[in-house]
């Protein structure tokens, strides 16, 4: 089956992506036809529009880099589009089973969150200024055309971040990039890079794919919450009164003290050879399951009866770590939030099935070590958890 990513970046391969402009160039691809049609169109746009409750709760109307806070009737948002105003709506994963499906798969083909947004912009008008974003982007022309004018970053805009100290001004003068996206087109810019974009001479429709990369920022977020299960760092810093910052030392002393003690044992847990392991398994066991329901199956399988031609399917884009304990009386499987833990026998089935797309009852049984009814079960439980279903 062909990757996600492979589909809207060819003739680019994921590799050259990966190496030669991600996080550092942005990247123009130009393709002839709409072939983004199977993903998004007018008639998403219209029913998610016409069948939500309004105002759209992730909605923006914009106009010149102004919000229009005016959007209180569906009446008011088409006159504003009149008026030349872009109407955005953010995560649209959330409205569009084919986004979401496409968020999702693109998400775990790449091991970082996305997020889709979507802009409906009209001749000759721009949703916002030049601005640079806090996340890499991948702009997918729907319909209509769009000029993009992309500029370099700066040292002060180089990787920034949403929540910062500093966040620069010092718009620049000369794009490095000056294209007019058609639909089927491609545009990839990296977070910190300047860039603004205006329809051309007729409406237009794209959706911006955010790439919410974790950053060493994170990685530091969930090692302070790693650290609250140690009691040094949950005790307080000793007290200091305001009249004996300058008449008693010792005071000062004993937060150096604690002070030293919380950074000895920092460096300690970043020496520990295990810590990236562990950081790597937070990342993968935070992807979330895009389709948790799986009813009647999510929670009553008693009914369930297989038989050897019961055919079964698994997302081949799931993410996940097999890994027994070093006694080898179980095997924990971590996915989707979760740890689901398994008679250390069962590792030849569940190797089995996290390595297919879709396989039989019968081909479950020839692989295994273990009785049909433990296949059954363990079956059962995996359909529970909606991390396979029945075809």
Same mark, same amino acid.
């Given at each position: 089956?062909?990757?996600?990513?492979?589909?809207?970046?060819?003739?680019?391969?994921?590799?050259?992506?990966?190496?030669?402009?991600?996080?550092?160039?942005?990247?123009?691809?130009?393709?002839?036809?709409?072939?983004?049609?199977?993903?998004?169109?007018?008639?998403?746009?219209?029913?998610?529009?016409?069948?939500?409750?309004?105002?759209?709760?992730?909605?923006?109307?914009?106009?010149?880099?102004?919000?229009?806070?005016?959007?209180?009737?569906?009446?008011?948002?088409?006159?504003?589009?009149?008026?030349?105003?872009?109407?955005?709506?953010?995560?649209?994963?959330?409205?569009?089973?084919?986004?979401?499906?496409?968020?999702?798969?693109?998400?775990?083909?790449?091991?970082?969150?996305?997020?889709?947004?979507?802009?409906?912009?009209?001749?000759?008008?721009?949703?916002?200024?030049?601005?640079?974003?806090?996340?890499?982007?991948?702009?997918?022309?729907?319909?209509?055309? #769009?000029?993009? #004018?992309?500029?370099?970053?700066?040292?002060?805009?180089?990787?920034?971040?949403?929540?910062? #100290?500093?966040?620069?001004?010092?718009?620049?003068?000369?794009?490095?990039?000056?294209?007019?996206?058609?639909?089927?087109?491609?545009?990839?810019?990296?977070?910190?890079?300047?860039?603004?974009?205006?329809?051309?001479?007729?409406?237009?429709?794209?959706?911006?794919?955010?790439?919410?990369?974790?950053?060493?920022?994170?990685?530091?977020?969930?090692?302070?919450?790693?650290?609250?299960?140690?009691?040094?760092?949950?005790?307080?810093?000793?007290?200091?009164?305001?009249?004996?910052?300058?008449?008693?030392?010792?005071?000062?002393?004993?937060?150096?003290?604690?002070?030293?003690?919380?950074?000895?044992?920092?460096?300690? %847990?970043?020496?520990?050879? #295990?810590?990236?392991?562990?950081?790597?398994?937070?990342?993968?066991?935070?992807?979330?399951?895009?389709?948790?329901?799986?009813?009647?199956?999510?929670?009553?399988?008693?009914?369930?009866?297989?038989?050897?031609?019961?055919?079964? %399917?698994?997302?081949?884009?799931?993410?996940?770590?097999?890994?027994?304990?070093?006694?080898?009386?179980?095997?924990?499987?971590?996915?989707?939030?979760?740890?689901?833990?398994?008679?250390?026998?069962?590792?030849?089935?569940? %190797?089995?099935?996290?390595?297919?797309?879709?396989?039989?009852?019968?081909?479950?049984?020839?692989?295994?070590?273990?009785?049909?009814?433990?296949?059954?079960?363990?079956?059962?439980?995996?359909?529970?958890?909606?991390?396979?279903?029945?075809?």
């Amino acid at each position: 089956m062909e990757k996600v990513i492979s589909k809207i970046l060819a003739p680019i391969t994921p590799e050259e992506f990966r190496d030669v402009y991600y996080t550092k160039q942005s990247l123009l691809i130009k393709n002839e036809g709409k072939r983004f049609d199977w993903l998004f169109g007018w008639s998403s746009l219209n029913q998610i529009l016409n069948q939500s409750f309004f105002p759209h709760p992730t909605m923006k109307v914009v106009l010149e880099g102004k919000p229009i806070n005016d959007i209180s009737e569906k009446s008011k948002v088409i006159e504003w589009c009149r008026k030349g105003a872009t109407v955005i709506i953010d995560q649209l994963q959330h409205y569009d089973p084919q986004v979401r499906r496409f968020v999702a798969s693109l998400s775990r083909e790449i091991g970082e969150p996305i997020n889709a947004n979507l802009y409906f912009s009209q001749p000759g008008r721009q949703a916002f200024n030049i601005h640079y974003d806090h996340h890499d982007v991948i702009i997918l022309q729907i319909q209509g055309l #769009k000029r993009w #004018k992309v500029y370099e970053d700066s040292e002060d805009t180089q990787f920034p971040l949403f929540v910062q #100290k500093n966040h620069s001004s010092n718009t620049p003068d000369i794009p490095i990039l000056d294209c007019i996206l058609s639909p089927g087109d491609v545009l990839y810019i990296p977070r910190g890079h300047w860039h603004a974009a205006t329809a051309k001479d007729e409406q237009s429709l794209h959706l911006t794919i955010g790439i919410d990369a974790r950053t060493g920022v994170d990685f530091a977020t969930w090692l302070a919450n790693e650290l609250r299960d140690n009691i040094s760092f949950r005790k307080c810093f000793p007290l200091i009164f305001n009249d004996e910052i300058n008449d008693n030392k010792n005071y000062h002393i004993l937060q150096l003290q604690h002070f030293e003690n919380l950074r000895n044992i920092l460096i300690h %847990k970043l020496k520990n050879d #295990k810590l990236f392991d562990d950081y790597t398994r937070h990342c993968l066991i935070t992807s979330k399951s895009i389709e948790p329901f799986y009813f009647p199956w999510s929670t009553n399988t008693s009914e369930l009866i297989f038989s050897k031609a019961s055919l079964l %399917k698994r997302d081949g884009n799931q993410r996940f770590l097999l890994e027994s304990n070093e006694d080898k009386d179980t095997i924990t499987l971590t996915i989707q939030e979760k740890y689901h833990r398994f008679i250390y026998e069962a590792e030849p089935l569940l %190797k089995f099935i996290f390595s297919k797309t879709e396989f039989s009852f019968k081909e479950a049984l020839e692989v295994s070590e273990i009785s049909e009814s433990d296949v059954s079960d363990i079956l059962e439980h995996l359909l529970s958890e909606s991390l396979i279903q029945l075809v």
